[in-house]
T-cell receptor, first 114, second 109 residues
């Protein structure tokens, strides 16, 4: 069966520090991968999605970036965090791009920028 | 944008049937309608998906009228553990699906 893992689960980072969140998917190949962010009491905002290695699409301009160095690995990064980057970050995958595909989410990572 | 309209919150009691309706006036011919459930500090989880008429699985039913401009998620005999946020989505591609603020369902004893 397919599983998705992301880490770390929680982190507290000072303003201006770098960020790296990692996500891996097991049990499937060539998945679509996604990074979402959820602010407290808000809906999910799609940040990045990828349909293949090295192929990243950014949905929202910001100081975050994403990379997909391997088929089932997706990394969210920042060189300098802002207070507004605080939130709940979710990695997800789907088998394809058609909206009929189910999106499977990881456990989430809580980021607090102080 | 594939924007939906659903109630911000709903209250219910254990054992009742809960119906959450979502409006999606701009739905396209090929779009599926999907509902997700989210508990605090967890990622959303797929509940049910449909294209038209009625779909039923082990946890919910989904009713979609002929014009497909709305859909109703039906949760039979809710329990306290059904307290969560419920999202209605539609769209032509997974990267176009919009998880709005959803409907916060609060089930009381």
């Amino acid at each position: 069966s397919q599983t998705i893992h992301q880490w770390p689960a929680t982190l507290v980072q000072p303003v201006g520090s770098p960020l790296s969140l990692e996500c891996t998917v097991e049990g499937t190949s060539n998945p679509n991968l996604y990074w979402y962010r959820q602010a407290a009491g808000r809906g999910l905002q799609l940040l990045f999605y990828s349909v293949g290695i090295g192929q990243i699409s950014s949905e929202v301009p910001q100081n975050l970036s994403a990379s997909r160095p391997q088929d089932r690995q997706f990394i969210l990064s920042s060189k300098k965090l802002l207070l507004s980057d605080s939130g709940f970050y979710l990695c997800a995958w789907s088998a394809g791009s058609f909206s009929g595909n189910t999106i499977y989410f990881g456990e989430g990572s809580w980021l607090t920028v102080v | 944008l594939a924007k939906t309209t659903q109630p911000i919150s709903m209250d219910s009691y254990e054992g009742q049937e809960v119906n959450i309706t979502c409006s999606h006036n701009n739905i396209a011919t090929n779009d599926y309608i999907t509902w997700y459930q989210q508990f605090p500090s967890q990622g959303p989880r797929f509940i049910i998906q449909g294209y038209k008429t009625k779909v039923t699985n082990e946890v919910a039913s989904l009713f979609i009228p002929a014009d497909r401009k709305s859909s109703t998620l039906s949760l039979p005999r809710v329990s306290l553990s059904d307290t969560a946020v419920y999202y209605c989505l539609y769209g032509g591609a997974t990267n176009k699906l919009i998880f709005g603020t959803g409907t916060l369902l609060a089930v009381q004893p």
